[in-house]
Each structure stands twice: as C-alpha cells, then as structure tokens.
C-alpha cells in the first residue's frame, strides 16, 4: 500500500511562492514552463446508501486497511503537534486561494498512459497541492500520464479516504474539484476539534475518527497498528469523547436495549418461536431478576422494558469476542463482531453507536501488553471458555472517539474525509449528535 506523501510545511517551491505558482497553473502556462445499542446479527449486515458513504472501488480495493505499521515511523491522526501542522495547512491553503485556486479536472479513468489535456489539467491540479514537484510541469511530455504522477494519484487518494489504485475515476475526480475555498473552510472547521481532543492526552491512545471509519493505537505521537471499524449510521450516529480505557471484558453479554427487542427481536420470535433459542437469548424479570419462559408473555401487549433480554456469549453474540470500556455518559464501547465481512466496504456507518474492530485481538494485546502475564495464547484460551471475564486496565491508554473531517500530521502531510453527520458549520466538537436521515 503506497503511504501518503508528506507535502512541505513550508511554501515555497524552488523561490516560486504558492500564490505564483498558483497563477501559472490557472494561466495555461504549463508548456512556456512546466450511544450504543448494537444490532442483532442473524443476517446479513445493511448497506449503507452511497448518498451517505463512499462506495468501495469498483475492483474491491479498500481505501484503508488494517495492519501493524510501528515500523513505519508513521505519524498519528492526533498529536501534541497536530496544532501547529493544521496552522500550518491553513497557511498554506489561504495561500492557494488567494492566488486562485486550482484547476477544475475532467476526463474519465485517467491512468498510467493516458494522455491529452485531461492530464496536462490533472498535473496542474496535483502540483497546486504539493502532490506533484513544481518541477514536473517541465516533463517532456506534460501531457502524458507518467509514473510519477501515478504515485502522486495514489497519495492523493490515501489522503482523502479513496482506495488507492491510481485511477483517476468518478470519485477521486469529485474530490480533485472540491474547491480550495471548501478545503480552507473546512481545515479551518477542525482547528477547535484538533484543540480539544488533543488536550491531556498521555504516551499511549486509541483514537477513532468516525468520518474515515479509521482507528489508531498510538505511542508516544506514532502509529503502532491502524484498523478499519464500523461507525454509528447516519440515524444512530456514534458520539464523540474522551475518555480513558477501564476494563476488557473477554466473552461478554449482550445487554440488549429495549428499543432492540421492541423492533427486532419480539417481532422475529413472535415469528419464529424458537428464535431465541438459536440466538441464544435469555429473558428476564428485570436486571437481576429470575429467568423466565418466553412463551408465558403476551409480547403483543408487553412494553419491551418490562423484560431482561440477555444474549449469552458464543458464535452468534453480537459483540463478538471482546469489548473494550471506558467511562462515557453515552453507555458506549468498542468491540469485536461476528460479521467481520463488515470491514470489506469503504461504507462502513452501519453500526448503532458504539464501535466495531477489525483485528481486535491486535488491539486487545497492544492494551494489555504482556501485564499480569497475558499474552497472545492466552487469548485464544480465555474466549474459547466462553466464561465472561472482565480485566482491570491500570496505567491504561486514553481513548478519543473524534470527528474530524480534515486534519493534518506532522509529517506534513493533509488528510480530508467526507462530512458524514453534516456536522461541519454546526461548532460540533464533542457529544452526541442528532440523527440524520438519508
């Protein structure tokens, strides 16, 4: 996977400023110089509208993915000097618009070997956000796409949340011809966010930022594994917080919300008795009260909160393997599933609030870190007991869940992502927000 290219924090390019350049871009002078309530699984998951999320490339390439990368030196989404690198985007981009933007891209599934003008347009586009060298516009042959402007697609496309196959396609084209204007305004947006989120944060985080469905652990300001996970749905939106993690529970119930049994689960019984069983759920007289026989109740005329539905762990349970708690007056939580195919879409808000890990096993381990003796095998062996285990977290990591709809790393480089809740213009940083609709 091609990493995204750090652009230059400062802007000047070879004693040209961003304002000329600009210019000569737009001027045709390119050849004269170049709260949580998880559904219940027993089918398939829903897809979200692409009205609300981007689709996955058409070839299935996923936009992010999930992977250990501390190797890499690469920097987190949110650090104690993502301050200074958004000030310094902005900067940078009231620089562009005041020397008039860049231009608008057209043309259809640009690539290596296209040519034509739609490609001499695409290297003035990339040059203007620092993709491209201002030195390429002086190829020998401008208009043809090269190898070079083959990685600086690729790196584009990392930083806007598109499955990197360098292929200058439908979606890519619609976030080269977001207007500088609209790129300003929105780094500008998360400035207050970045501010606050980042405000006591330790050595060791886990961040989720639900606009790119995207998670990091992170130690001492550098990724130590990215995961892909599935985010509240536009009409349960997750929250946003801060918090620090308090406890792993291995092989939790599911505590499932009265809204839940009220839509999903007394509609499926009533018609299919046994499918409680199947699901492996319990009701109860109240928390804490006795078990009782389902088929006792008249659930036509029962209000859903009157009963206990509990879903004991195993295959089916909708919290998979794991969940990971942190205090929150959302009564939110990250955790594991048993439909792991969620995490094959670039869509990924389909979930009632809280948050669901790819690899959460990876996450788990990076937590705990071989304390009290834990490690990988262990694991295995605690989940497959199927008892529920819960596990105090001391010295644990802080945890933010973020929204951010543009942010910039210190390494220079500017990511954006799609305004998934239409929170921006509201003054949102931290809360629940209203649900939308499609």
Request: a negative charge; one cysteine or more.
């Given at each position: 996977?091609?990493?995204?290219q750090?652009?230059?924090r400062?802007?000047?390019?070879?004693?040209?400023?961003?304002g000329?350049?600009?210019?000569?871009?737009?001027?045709?002078?390119?050849?004269a110089?170049?709260?949580?309530?998880?559904?219940?699984?027993?089918?398939?998951?829903?897809?979200?509208?692409?009205?609300?999320?981007?689709?996955?490339?058409?070839?299935?390439?996923?936009?992010?993915?999930?992977?250990?990368?501390?190797?890499?030196?690469?920097?987190?989404?949110?650090?104690?000097?993502?301050?200074?690198?958004?000030?310094?985007?902005?900067?940078?981009?009231?620089?562009?618009?005041?020397?008039?933007?860049?231009?608008?891209?057209?043309?259809?599934?640009?690539?290596?070997?296209?040519?034509?003008?739609?490609?001499?347009?695409?290297?003035?586009?990339?040059?203007?956000?620092?993709?491209?060298?201002?030195?390429?516009?002086?190829?020998?042959n401008?208009?043809?796409?090269?190898?070079?402007?083959?990685?600086?697609?690729?790196?584009?496309?990392?930083?806007?949340?598109?499955?990197?196959?360098?292929?200058?396609?439908?979606?890519?084209?619609?976030?080269?011809?977001?207007?500088?204007?609209?790129?300003l305004?929105?780094?500008?947006?998360?400035?207050?966010?970045?501010?606050?989120?980042?405000?006591k944060l330790?050595?060791?985080?886990?961040?989720?930022n639900?606009?790119?469905?995207?998670?990091?652990?992170?130690?001492?300001g550098?990724?130590?594994?990215?995961?892909?996970?599935?985010v509240?749905?536009?009409?349960?939106?997750?929250?946003?917080?801060?918090?620090?993690?308090?406890?792993?529970?291995?092989?939790?119930?599911?505590?499932?919300?009265?809204?839940?049994v009220?839509?999903?689960?007394?509609?499926?019984?009533?018609?299919?008795?046994?499918?409680?069983?199947?699901?492996?759920?319990?009701v109860?007289?109240?928390?804490?009260?006795?078990?009782i026989?389902?088929?006792?109740?008249?659930?036509?005329?029962?209000?859903?909160?009157?009963?206990?539905?509990?879903?004991?762990?195993?295959?089916?349970n909708?919290?998979?393997?794991?969940?990971?708690?942190?205090?929150n007056?959302?009564?939110?939580?990250?955790?594991?599933?048993?439909?792991?195919?969620?995490?094959?879409?670039?869509?990924?808000?389909?979930?009632?609030?809280?948050?669901?890990?790819?690899?959460?096993?990876?996450?788990?381990?990076?937590?705990?870190?071989?304390?009290?003796?834990?490690?990988?095998?262990?694991?295995?062996?605690?989940?497959?007991?199927?008892?529920?285990?819960?596990?105090?977290?001391?010295?644990?990591?802080?945890?933010?869940f973020?929204?951010?709809?543009?942010?910039?790393?210190?390494?220079?480089?500017?990511?954006?992502?799609?305004?998934i809740?239409?929170?921006?213009?509201?003054?949102?940083?931290?809360?629940?927000?209203?649900?939308?609709?499609?």
């Open positions: 996977m091609v990493e995204p750090g652009r230059r400062d802007f000047i390019v070879q004693g040209l400023s961003v000329y350049r600009i210019a000569v871009l737009l001027g045709g002078l390119l050849f110089g170049p709260a949580c309530s998880e559904t219940l699984y027993d089918s398939a998951p829903p897809v979200v509208k692409a009205a609300v999320a981007p689709k996955a490339a058409a070839s299935g390439t996923l936009a992010t993915r999930t992977e250990i990368v501390a190797d890499r030196g690469l920097a987190a989404m949110l650090t104690p000097g993502s301050e200074a690198a958004l000030q310094d985007a902005i900067a940078m981009y009231e620089e562009i618009v005041a020397g008039g933007g860049w231009p608008t891209v057209s043309g259809k599934n640009i690539t290596t070997g296209s040519t034509g003008e739609s490609v001499v347009l695409l290297r003035r586009r990339l040059v203007a956000e620092n993709y491209l060298s201002f030195d390429s516009l002086n190829a020998a401008p208009e043809i796409f090269d190898a070079e402007m083959l990685a600086a697609a690729k790196a584009f496309q990392i930083n806007h949340g598109v499955a990197p196959t360098g292929t200058v396609a439908e979606r890519t084209l619609a976030e080269l011809n977001v207007s500088a204007e609209t790129r305004e929105t780094l500008r947006e998360n400035l207050d966010r970045v501010l606050i989120y980042s405000q330790g050595n060791r985080y886990i961040l989720a639900i606009p790119s469905a995207q998670l990091e652990t992170v130690e001492n550098q990724v130590y594994s990215r995961h892909n996970i599935v509240g749905k536009l009409e349960r939106p997750s929250p946003t917080l801060m918090s620090t993690v308090s406890d792993i529970v291995f092989n939790p119930y599911w505590k499932i919300p009265a809204s839940i009220e839509r999903d689960i007394v509609p499926k019984y009533l018609e299919d008795p046994s499918y409680l069983d199947k699901m492996n759920i319990r109860f007289d109240g928390v804490g009260g006795p078990e026989e389902p088929g006792s109740v008249d659930w036509e005329s029962t209000p859903p909160e009157q009963y206990f539905f509990r879903q004991e762990p195993g295959e089916n909708s919290l998979g393997t794991v969940k990971i708690n942190f205090p007056e959302h009564m939110v939580f990250m955790h594991d599933t048993p439909h792991r195919e969620t995490f094959a879409s670039n869509a990924r808000f389909e979930s009632s609030g809280c948050i669901r890990i790819d690899q959460v096993r990876e996450v788990i381990n990076w937590i705990m870190q071989g304390r009290d003796g834990y490690d990988d095998a262990q694991f295995e062996m605690i989940t497959a007991s199927l008892e529920p285990t819960e596990v105090k977290i001391a010295d644990a990591p802080d945890v933010r973020m929204y951010l709809t543009a942010w910039a790393t210190e390494d220079g480089a500017v990511n954006f992502r799609p305004d809740y239409g929170l921006d213009g509201t003054g949102f940083i931290l809360g629940q927000p209203e649900p939308g609709t499609n």
